[in-house]
């Protein structure tokens, strides 16, 4: 019981995490549902082995970039859903509508990415150093910054292609 | 766009998320119970049925092989058999393998290889399984024709004639469609472990 009460406390704290990676890897609203409870299904699986050796965040960061990149290509969801709300903005505040339009621009910018750098390219928006992304993805810092170099390319043509 | 503007939008947006607390306690157990149920349910539920009804024919046939009693229909029925009750186990195998995946104690670059090394082993064994597919449509019916009525269609071939191009066709046809796609996917599975070495 006191396990339940302490993850539910961690997803609670950090469903903000598990939100924008869902919002960075689909598109349609069941999909983000589908990925969004696979990814609290994963986490509460391996909450019991989570031992504090890194912070809550980068476990959720891993945890829930391998299941977003795994589920995905499944392409199937995953039998029936819990009924719950997924979208963080409706279009009926000024602000909200703002924020939903900065959603959907950095989704199309981002799109075109490949999976893993998507994954990348996330980490480093989330303000996590190299040294942080190679520890959550296993790649090493130098390739981080090699990849990080052509994203910064890459989104910079595509942006100019969009104009 | 820089993506330092990216950033400032994203953080932007990141604030007014995290200012949102939309999950309850209930809701996110509830997910856990129903997501645990659904990896049940969810299991390859077609390729298993496929496969037991394969495996059971393939030992119905192992137990009448006794019944053909030419070299021809024998090695023809020992195809069958080892067709039938090998290749739904090795793509069961396979399957349950892609299942299993680990990916709660692994990193993204070990997860990802791993995930298209067992994706393109699969792919190959369903693509043998098209090729054996051929050979099945050969070898089976004389088979089949000599255990349920005894006769030997090698001896009298003329059920063969329409029968073997007929299937060779629709075979052909469901093959080719189904080929392109491993073809597809495996493609994109190789170029994303390239990727990943890159």
Redesign the interface.
Known sequence: MQN??D??AV??AN??II??IVSMYCDTREDKKDL???I???L???FD?FRGDSKVSTWMY??A???S??HI?KK?R?????P???E??TETTE?DQS?LE??K??HD?IAQL???DK?I?LL???DKSYAQIA?????SESNIGTRMAR??TK??NK?LNNL | MELNEIKSLWNEMSEKIEAQEVLTNSLIMEMTQQRYKNTFSSLKFYETIGGIICLIAGFALLFNLDRLDTWYLLTSGIICVVYLIGLPLITLNSIWRMSKLNILNKNLKQTLTDFYKRKRQMLLIQQLGIAFNFLLVIVSLPVIVKISNGKDLFLEPAQMYWYVPGMFLFLAVASRAGYRCYKRIAASAQKTLEELEG
């Open positions: 339940h009460l993850f539910t997803i609670k469903e903000g939100y924008k969004y409870q696979e609290v299904y994963q509460y699986k391996s082995s891993r945890i970039l391998n299941t990149i795994t290509n199937k995953s039998g029936t859903q819990i719950f709300e997924i963080r903005f602000a924020a900065n959603l621009l950095l910018l490949s999976a893993i994954g390219v480093f928006l989330e520890q959550i993805t296993g790649f994203i910064k989104l910079k942006h």
